[in-house]
C-alpha cells in the first residue's frame, strides 16, 4: 500500500514538473518572437543586416511557439491569397531568366525575408498593447536617421562624385543627405513613410501635448525631406497631405501651404529643384523616359513570365535605346509598375498590386470607435480647454488613438509608396520592401482587432450611393426584424409559463376527510369570486357573450381535469380500503353487547358489577347455558354485516354522484 502512495506521489510530481517546464518553454518562445520582431523594427532603418539577423530569430521563436503552445494558432490574413500568388509566380519567372542560378538565388533571399516579415509580423502582434511597444521603436529609430541626416547636411557630404545630381543642370547644389539609407531618394522615400505615419496619429490623437510633439515631428523630417532634393517625394508628401485637407480638413491644407512655403523662403535652391520638374528637363527626366520606353518593349516580348526575377540588368542592354552600350548599369526601371511586369510578368504583377492595393484600401477603411466615456474628439486645430502638461506626454496613450491613427497612417503611407513608384522604384531597395511587408502585416493585424468594422467596409461595393444606402437600410431593416422576433418569442414563452403556473397551482377541491356538507359548501363558494368581475367595466360571466377559446387555457384545461380525475381515483382508492375495514369493526362491536344481554335472566334484572367483577371467568354452568343459543348470535351478526354494507354501498353512491356534481360545478366555474 506505501509503494502505491510513494509511486502515485511521484507520478504526480514528475507530471507537475513537465507542465511547469512546459509552461517555461512558452514564455521563452514568446519572449524570443518578441523581442526578436522588436530589434526588427529598431534596426531596419538602421542596419539591414543585422535586421536580417533579428528577423531569424523572430522566425525561429516564433515557430517554437507553434510547437510548445497548443493555443497559439495560425492566423489568416485578409490578403494572404494574393501574397501566395505573388511568390508562386516570382518562382516560376526564374524559369525564364538568362541566369536561372542567379535569379533563384536572389529571389529566395530576397521573397524570403519578405515573407517572413509578414509572416512574424503578422502572427505574433494580436494585442492592441503590442502596437505601442512597435510605435516607440519605430520611433527610436526615425530619431536616429532624422539625427544623422542633420549632422550630414551641416558638417557636409560631397555628392558631385555620386552623380545623384545633374551638374550641369544644378551646379550649385552639393548637398544631398542619405543618413542611414543608401541614396537620397530611398531616404526620401522613408521620410514620406514616417510623416504619413506621425500625420494619422496626429488626426487622431485627442491630446494637445501629444500633437505638438507629433506637429514637431512632422515638421523635423519635412526638414529632413528637403535636404534631400528629391522632387519625386517632396511632391507626393504635398500632394497627400494637401488632398488630405481638401477631402477631410481644410485646415490641413492650409498648414501645408504654409510649411511650404517657409521652406522654400529658407532655401532657394529647393525652390528651383522643385520647380525644374515643370519648367526644365535634366538628364535624370530624360533618362527615365528611356528606360521606360524600353521596359515597355520587355514587357510586350514576355508578357506571362517576365524576364525573371531580378534580372533586369541582365537584360537591359539587349533593349538599350538610349545609352547605347555605355558602361552604366542599370539595375531597375525606376518606376515600380513596368519594373515588376518585365521582371516577373504581368500575371504576378497584377497579384503584387492586389496585394498592395488591397493593403492600403483596407487600412484606411479600417475604422477604430472612440470609446463612449470619453470626450468628444477635438479637431486639429480646435480650442483646447485643459491645460498644457508635459507630464502628459509620458503617459500611455489610448488604444483608440493608437489603432486609429496608425490605421490612417498606414493607408497613407503605402499611398506614398504608389505615388513615388511612378517615378522611382523605392521596393528595389531590400530595407524599404521589408519595410512595405511590414507595413501590410500590421494592417492586416489592425483589421483582425476590429472584425465589425472591417466586414462593414467589405460588404460595401464600389457602387453609387443608392446602392450603399440601400444595403445599409437593408441591414438595419434585418437587424430590426431579428431583435423583434426574439422579443415575441421571449413574451410567448413567458405567458406560456404563467398559464402552465397557475393552472398547475391552482386551489384544488376540499380533501376527501371533510363532511360531504362541507364539500357542497366549498363548490357553491368557490366559483362565485371567478364568475365575479374585477372592475366595473368587465360584465359578469354568466352576460358575456362566447369568444373564441385560447388554445393555452384549453390545454391548462385539460392539465387540470387530469389532476382532478387523479385526485378523485386516489380518493376513491382510500375510500375503498376504509369500507373494507370498516364492517369487521362494526361486527366486533355488534357482538359482545348481544351476549351480554343474553347472559343475564329474564325476570331479575341484575345490578350491575364492577368492571373488575364483569372481566372473571364465567362459571361452567353458565357457559353450558349460553352454548345452545350461540348460534342465534351468528345468524344475528350475518344479517347486521349484510345490513351495513348495503348501507354503506348506497353512501358510496351518493358521494360519488356529488363528487361528479362539484366537479362539474368547478368546470364550469373555471371557464
Known sequence: MKRNKTSETGTHIREKRRALAHDRWKRRATAIAWYGLLAEVFFLPLSPSVATVALLIGIAGTALRFYVDKEFHFRHLRFDVPAV??????????????????????????????????????????????????LRMACAAAVIVLLYGYYQFLFGIDISSMKWVDGDAFPELRKRVFSTWENPNILAGYLDIIICLAFGLFMKCRDRERRILLGAFMLAAAACLAMTYARGACLVI??????????????????????????????????????????????????????????VAMIQDHPFLGIGWGAYWMVYPEYDFYLQGANVLIVHAHNIYLNYMAEIGIPGAVAFFWFFFGTMIMALRTHFPADTGAAEQATPFGKYQMPFRWNRLWHDWKEHDILAGLS???????????????????????????????LAALAG???????????????????????????????????????????????????????????????????????????????????????????????????????????????AEEVRKALLQRKQEEEAAAKAAEEAAKPAEKAAETAEPVEATEAAPDDKPQKQEPAEQSAKPAEPQEAEAEAPESDTAAKDTDEVNEAAEEKNAEKKAEKEAGSHEETKRDIKGDD
Not at 506614398?416 to 531597395?429: H, I, K, P, R, W
Open 85 to 134: 500568388l505573388f511568390v508562386a509566380v516570382s518562382g516560376l519567372s526564374v524559369l525564364s531568366s538568362p541566369d536561372r542560378g542567379f535569379s533563384f538565388y536572389n529571389y529566395y533571399n530576397l521573397v524570403g525575408v519578405y515573407v517572413l516579415t509578414y509572416l512574424l509580423i503578422g502572427q505574433n502582434v494580436r494585442e492592441p498593447g503590442q502596437m505601442k511597444s512597435i
Open 238 to 295: 504635398a500632394v497627400i497631405l494637401a488632398g488630405y485637407g481638401v477631402l477631410r480638413d481644410r485646415r490641413v491644407l492650409v498648414a501645408c501651404i504654409l510649411v511650404v512655403a517657409i521652406l522654400f523662403v529658407l532655401d532657394p535652391m529647393l525652390y528651383e529643384r522643385i520647380t525644374s520638374v515643370f519648367t526644365k528637363v535634366d538628364t535624370s527626366t530624360e533618362m527615365r523616359l528611356a528606360f521606360w520606353e524600353s521596359t
Open 408 to 438: 490612417l497612417g498606414i493607408g497613407l503611407a503605402v499611398l506614398s509608396v504608389a505615388l513615388n513608384g511612378l517615378t522611382d522604384d523605392l521596393l528595389f531597395n531590400i530595407p524599404s520592401s521589408m519595410l512595405l511587408w511590414m
Open 445 to 555: 493585424a489592425l483589421s483582425c482587432m476590429c472584425p465589425e468594422k472591417v466586414d462593414t467596409a467589405e460588404n460595401e461595393t464600389s457602387g453609387n450611393d443608392f446602392l450603399k444606402k440601400f444595403q445599409v437600410t437593408v441591414r438595419k431593416g434585418a437587424k430590426d426584424a431579428k431583435e423583434a422576433a426574439m422579443d415575441a418569442k421571449d413574451k410567448v414563452q413567458d405567458r406560456v409559463q404563467d398559464k402552465v403556473h397557475g393552472m398547475l397551482y391552482r386551489e384544488l377541491p376540499a380533501d376527501a376527510d371533510a363532511s360531504d356538507k362541507d364539500k357542497a359548501e366549498a363548490s357553491a363558494v368557490k366559483p362565485a369570486p371567478r364568475k365575479e368581475a374585477p372592475s366595473g367595466d368587465k360584465a359578469p360571466a354568466a352576460e358575456q357573450p362566447e369568444t373564441p377559446r385560447d388554445p393555452m387555457d384549453e390545454l
